[in-house]
């Protein structure tokens, strides 16, 4: 284990128990106790009847979470969950930029970073299900990219600028006042998820943090050298844009977690932060040496009580050790 003191977040999907208002206040009650830096909460808003979309995070490419469509708004769900906690931070985890206009958007986040008294994080990504995308509205699938890239410089204008003018493809605007302006100054701090080359470009170039999903067969960051090589990607790409890597967080989203099994990724290897306490203690401290800063990790659970002994288990036998 090395010096470094790791932060830890947890991650919920806005389904299952957390359907339920007590259920999601006492989960987030229950990180705020025991010292968890972050909550983060999924997004999606609709779930087509036919998702032919292949899901990144799996093997199968098959959505796990596609049965009952059941979800909530993450940031109307996020706003109640500030109104509920006092110091835990909150994390859209990650937000898909293409599922709202970029005004609402800006002021939606903005309301959660001024009514949470300055404890948003915003994580951002692309997104990947098209049919839940075009469902939305969003003006393009295929050049999701650019319409990222835009919506982020254009929320940043509308946060910092008193006047704020932009004029892109697929973002524009002009002669309007936008106020309040966020609490965090000069705004919340963007993490920008994603594992892909675009994603580690992003988040080097304009990014506040880095956040990937560790387990995307495509580009899986699922033992420490890869998580390396991806990190040192994103480094040179702030290098190059004149940016001191230094200043961007770096945070990795761990959902498959489990304390006492151990699975195992496409190579045979034994996922990093599964199986026994010692393994996973050692995990953190390896991949924290290699520059992480935080983990967020997932204890989701159709049944409450399961998800809240999973937090006290992390809590007594890992977290002080870490």
Not at 48 to 63: G, Q
Not at 128 to 134: D, S, T, V
Not at 164 to 175: A, I, K, L, R, T
Request: glycine fraction near 10%; aromatic fraction near 8%; include cysteine.
């Amino acid at each position: 284990m090395g010096e470094k003191f790791m932060k830890v977040g947890l991650h919920v999907g806005t389904r299952g128990a957390m359907l339920d208002p007590d259920a999601l206040l006492r989960i987030a009650h229950k990180t705020e106790e025991l010292g968890f830096s972050h909550l983060g909460l999924s997004d999606h808003l609709v779930i087509a009847n036919d998702v032919n979309s292949p899901y990144p995070y799996t093997k199968s490419r098959v959505w796990f979470a596609q049965d009952s469509g059941d979800c909530l708004d993450q940031l109307t769900t996020l706003a109640f969950v500030a109104g509920g906690t006092k110091s835990i931070r909150l994390l859209t985890s990650v937000m898909v930029i293409p599922h709202r206009p970029p005004i609402l958007t800006a002021k939606m986040l903005a309301t959660a970073d001024i009514l949470s008294r300055g404890r948003l994080t915003v994580g951002i990504g692309a997104g990947w299900m098209e049919e839940e995308i075009n469902l939305l509205g969003a003006p393009t699938f295929k050049r999701r990219g650019k319409l990222v890239d835009e919506t982020l410089s254009a929320m940043k204008t509308l946060w910092t600028d008193v006047d704020p003018v932009f004029q892109g493809e697929f973002v524009s605007f002009s002669d309007l006042k936008f106020e309040p302006k966020p609490e965090q100054k000069p705004h919340p701090p963007i993490w920008v998820g994603g594992e892909t080359k675009p994603a580690r470009r992003r988040a080097g170039q304009v990014g506040d943090g880095w956040y990937p999903v560790g387990n995307n067969p495509a580009s899986p960051y699922d033992n420490v050298e890869r998580f390396v090589g991806g990190l040192a990607d994103v480094r040179k790409y702030a290098e190059d844009a004149g940016r001191n890597p230094a200043g961007i967080k770096i945070a990795l989203n761990g959902l498959w977690f489990r304390m006492g099994e151990t699975f195992e990724n496409e190579d045979g290897e034994r996922m990093p932060f599964t199986g026994s306490e010692g393994a996973i203690i050692d995990d953190i401290g390896a991949y924290g040496d290699a520059g992480l800063d935080e983990l967020i990790i997932g204890f989701e659970s159709d049944n409450l009580e399961v998800s809240l002994e999973r937090l006290d288990a992390f809590a007594e036998r890992i977290m002080p050790k870490i």
